[in-house]
Structure formats: structure tokens, C-alpha cells
């Protein structure tokens, strides 16, 4: 079945980075849709960025535009959010997740069927 196993989460100060992974496993990456979503305690589900496996086309949220890049590696299966300039407003739960479809929407989490466990993410000022 399908699994998607995030890791790289952790603790850093005001302006620090991290750079999260996404391993899949047990469907066809090569071709279908990688998008990292991220959940702060109060707060609804944000879709922050997306990747088609197949052309490596991208969408980012605004939050996140010129922070954040999203990138993956069809050889390895893995998709990655590397995040930059982080502020305490990143803080947050993310996860990543996955659809067939060619179609990656624009945040829509409805769009993906398939999610992994969840990474946290804390930003100290």
C-alpha cells in the first residue's frame, strides 16, 4: 500500500533552516503529485506547496513563496521542502502527501488521498 514517511523536522531559531524529506513508497511517483501541507495548533490545514514527479512543475502558497522550495527525486522516491528565513509563524505540523493525478492543485487538500505521519516543525524567536 501506499506510505509516505516525513522526517527533518526539529527546532531552530528565527531565520534558521531545515529541509524536510517525503519517502514513498508502494505506487507509480514517477508520474503523480508530492504536496506539503502543514497544520498550527487553532489553525486549518494550509497547503504550502506541491510538485508534479513528472515535469517537476511547482506550485507554492503565498506564505511561503520565496522561503520554501520544493523539490524531489524520482530516482530516490523522496520529495523534499527546503525552508528558509523560518519565523515563529511556521510553526506547525507538516505533512506531506500524494495523488496519482496529474493534477496538483493549488493547496487542495482534498486532491490528495494519501498521508504521511506528520513532521514538527518549532521556530524559537
Known amino acids: 500500500q501506499v506510505q509516505l514517511v516525513e522526517s527533518g523536522g526539529g527546532s531552530v531559531q528565527t531565520g534558521g533552516t531545515l529541509r524536510l524529506s517525503c519517502a514513498a513508497s508502494?505506487?507509480?511517483?514517477?508520474?503523480?503529485?508530492i504536496g506539503w501541507f502543514r497544520q498550527a495548533p487553532g489553525k486549518e490545514r494550509e497547503g504550502i506547496a506541491a510538485v508534479y514527479t513528472g515535469d517537476g512543475n511547482t506550485y507554492y502558497a503565498d506564505s511561503v513563496k520565496g522561503r520554501f522550495t520544493i523539490s524531489q527525486d524520482n530516482a530516490k522516491n523522496t520529495a523534499y521542502l527546503q525552508m528558509g528565513s523560518l519565523t515563529p509563524e511556521d510553526v506547525a505540523m507538516y505533512y506531506c502527501?500524494?495523488?496519482?493525478?496529474?493534477?496538483?492543485?493549488?493547496?487542495?487538500?482534498?486532491?490528495?488521498?494519501?498521508w504521511g505521519q506528520g513532521t514538527q516543525v518549532t521556530v524559537s524567536s
Open positions: 502527501a500524494a495523488t496519482s493525478s496529474t493534477r496538483c492543485g493549488r493547496g487542495d487538500a482534498a486532491l490528495y488521498s494519501s
Open positions: 508502494g505506487y507509480t511517483y514517477s508520474s503523480s503529485c
